[in-house]
């Protein structure tokens, strides 16, 4: 699925956050944990799950497209260092997760056999996402997913009826003039 610009046009997006990663080893994991404290801002734990896996799928991707580094780098190497985005946009009724990557090589969808270890993360993208794509940019390209946000559960609870009886017993009210007595005996012990 090809899409020549961004999924969302600018005036749309009601807030966002963005990270850079170098493409190393952890930055899947630390793309998880971005997305986790971003959803949880933004009060969107309900795509928390999903987020999670399309967010690792596509920065695993822009990790392996940019080129994994090897080895530490030197101070004066930084500046040049190619790194991987991850951009979480939140629209009117959804979430779109973008990973930025080094690559002009656009990334395809696999079928894969049963006992293939890698290639199916693209098809989880698609079966979990509302849609999916990618697009250009100057030196690379971004793909992207949108998930919609369902509305959060209501945490009130319920209202009681009264139904005119109670299968509890009678109310009894404490005797207060007892209370001085309780607490001199505990102040004993």
Known sequence: MMCPQAPYRPENVRFFDQLSLAPVDSA???????LRLALSKWQAASIEDDAL????????????????????????????LNVCHMRLVGLEDS????????????????????????GRGLLLVQQLAKRWGFYRV??????????????PRSTARPERRNAGCS???PVIQPDIGDLPCALTGLERV
């Open 167 to 169: 299968a509890v017993g």
């Open 95 to 118: 979430v779109v997760i973008e990973a930025w990557d080094a690559s002009d090589e656009l990334p395809t969808l696999k079928h894969v056999g049963d006992d293939a270890e890698h």
């Open 53 to 80: 896996l399309i967010g690792s799928e596509l920065v695993t991707n822009a990790v392996a497209a940019t080129g994994m580094l090897a080895g530490d780098l030197a101070w004066a190497e930084l500046g040049e």
């Open 28 to 34: 899947a994991s630390v793309s998880r944990r971005f």
């Open 138 to 151: 100057e030196g690379g390209k971004v793909a992207w997913a949108e998930l919609e946000v369902r509305p």
